[in-house]
């Protein structure tokens, strides 16, 4: 089960590859085992090979009954059919496509390469992004959250060693007599960092309302940067698209602490008046301001942007949520010619590899072996749901007794009701990731265009001729589907996952030595950037 559908170019270099790199399965159970040796048995080890490649290895294949038809649009003539009976494994699988690393490593890394090709083209061009938008400003600002209490996190002196947690008196404490500092030097895979000093005084309701809201201060950080941007160019923000266009895609990632950081590379444009469906075409004129400039207008916005969130019920407060005092703002592209941006050390194309990173973290909540912080955001959440539908309880009422819930008929109409759907995100209910219209293509666009690749191929070798590559890309992300087949299909869900913990096993050693290969690739590839 070692021989694994990696491209033939450059393989026999790669350590995993050929009969002596087996499949490192780590210590496995007896039922794993059981699988195994009855997969070996019955001679379907090659059938659950092919079916394992034809998904990426995924982790939680979706299987599907069913049949499906190919027909010529122009004739009507059924081309060829297929039926999950015919299949290896007697079903269809389809990969979950699941965003989150530590669900499906190998569905999240599709995910992570579409982030990274939806952010380095708005960056430096390509895929039906003009090229000119390499001469404009380039900005990567991270927007952190607020700190609610204190917390366990790695500190580093200057030199870059490690440092004391919070290296305070010993003998000050809180108001529950636990101490206000921590002298240890906590390393990367602390399961304490993120943890509270005292989870008596942290502000758990605060943390959760603030996570609530937090899709809401970023889309008034762009008003608010629009609006700053119009302000420097003397025109009303109504009209600032006849002298600028602002850019960006962003992307939110969990941090040790529970709460969410917004990361996002911000590009100014010049006037792009264009129908919203022509604005990318438009994309990449010359913008009326420098990176600089750029930076400056984003640093104020992040600390000007505030909104007062609503109390949760009566016996709750307004609060005035902002972003953290520890934003970082730095520039990628100054926009002027003959200068080198930051010294070289940070590309567009570092900036799409971190975001597309980002993009597949998830809350760090593990149902099975839960972080206690992270379980409390999540209880948090619920609580205040519960809160928010029965909040006429905490007000003067005919029965201020009664736990029947709701009794003023209006508490479902609170914007805190939904909380506890949310619990699991830890009350985060935003985008993963987001970009603006004419930022770059769209994730939607990349997964049709892999799709026609998939038919087009197919078409190909069933007419056995060569795939042609003339004009490749431009057909492949036409916004018309100019394919000359139509598949008709009926299919059934059967079940999401492998039929046997073996067989997941096996595919998750495959996924694992899969991006072994991949970044075994990035490095030489590296190298020979390096050596030419």
Not at 6 to 13: D, H, I, M
Not at 67 to 82: F, N, P, W
Not at 111 to 116: I, K, L, M, P, V
Not at 480 to 488: K, M, R
């Amino acid at each position: 089960m070692n021989g694994l559908d990696l491209p033939a170019v450059g393989r026999s270099g790669f350590p995993g590859f050929g009969p002596d790199a087996p499949l490192d399965l780590g210590p496995l159970t007896d039922a794993e085992v059981g699988s195994l040796i009855g997969r070996l048995r019955n001679r379907t080890a090659g059938a659950f090979a092919d079916v394992a490649a034809s998904v990426g290895y995924c982790s939680h294949p979706v299987r599907l009954a069913g049949s499906s038809m190919t027909i010529d649009r122009a004739t009507g003539e059924v081309l060829s059919e297929y039926r999950s009976t015919d299949a290896p494994l007697g079903e269809l699988y389809r990969a979950c496509g699941n965003r989150r690393a530590d669900v499906c490593p190998a569905c999240s890394r599709v995910y992570a390469r579409d982030t990274f090709e939806m952010i380095r083209a708005g960056a430096v061009g390509g895929k039906t992004v003009p090229s000119s938008v390499t001469a404009n400003p380039l900005v990567f600002a991270t927007l952190t959250a607020p700190s609610v209490g204190h917390v366990h996190g790695t500190r580093t002196t200057p030199d870059g060693s490690p440092a004391p947690c919070l290296p305070r008196g010993r003998a000050k404490r809180c108001p529950h007599g636990r101490p206000l500092s921590c002298w240890r030097k906590h390393a990367p895979e602390d399961p304490h960092l993120g943890e509270p000093l005292c989870f008596d005084c942290y502000d758990w309701n605060t943390a959760v309302v603030w996570q609530w809201w937090a899709p809401e201060l970023w889309r008034r950080f762009t008003i608010t940067l629009r609006r700053h941007l119009a302000s420097i160019l003397g025109v009303p923000e109504s009209r600032l698209r006849e002298r600028a266009a602002l850019e960006f895609a962003k992307v939110a990632e969990f941090q040790a602490r529970g709460l969410v950081h917004f990361h996002a590379l911000i590009r100014l444009d010049g006037p792009n008046t264009a129908p919203i469906g022509a604005r990318l075409a438009d994309a990449g004129n010359p913008a009326p301001l420098d990176g600089d400039a750029l930076k400056a207008a984003v640093e104020h916005a992040i600390t000007a942007v505030s909104f007062e969130a609503p109390p949760v019920d009566g016996a709750d407060v307004p609060r005035l949520l902002s972003f953290g005092q520890q934003h970082d703002v730095r520039t990628v592209r100054t926009g002027l010619p003959d200068t080198n941006d930051d010294g070289g050390k940070l590309s567009p194309e570092q900036v799409a590899g971190y975001l597309a990173k980002y993009s597949t973290k998830s809350t760090g909540v593990d149902p099975a072996a839960p972080r206690p912080h992270l379980a409390r955001m999540a209880q948090t959440s619920r609580y205040l749901a519960e809160r928010a539908v029965t909040a006429c309880r905490t007000l003067d009422g005919p029965d201020p007794d009664d736990d029947d819930g709701c009794w003023c008929g209006t508490c479902a109409d609170s914007p805190y009701r939904l909380l506890a759907k949310w619990a699991r995100m830890l009350g985060f209910r935003g985008h993963f990731s987001s970009k603006s219209r004419a930022y770059s293509v769209t994730l939607g666009k990349l997964r049709t265009a892999r799709a026609r690749y998939a038919r087009l191929k197919a078409d190909a070798d069933r007419r056995g001729v060569p795939l042609d590559v003339a004009d490749l890309e431009r057909r492949l992300l036409a916004d018309e589907d100019d394919d000359t087949t139509l598949v008709i299909g009926e299919w059934t869900f059967r079940a999401a996952g492998w039929g046997s913990p073996g067989d997941k096993a096996l595919a998750d050693a495959a996924a694992a030595r899969a991006r072994e290969y991949a970044q075994w690739q990035a490095e030489q590839r590296k190298q020979h950037t390096t050596t030419a």
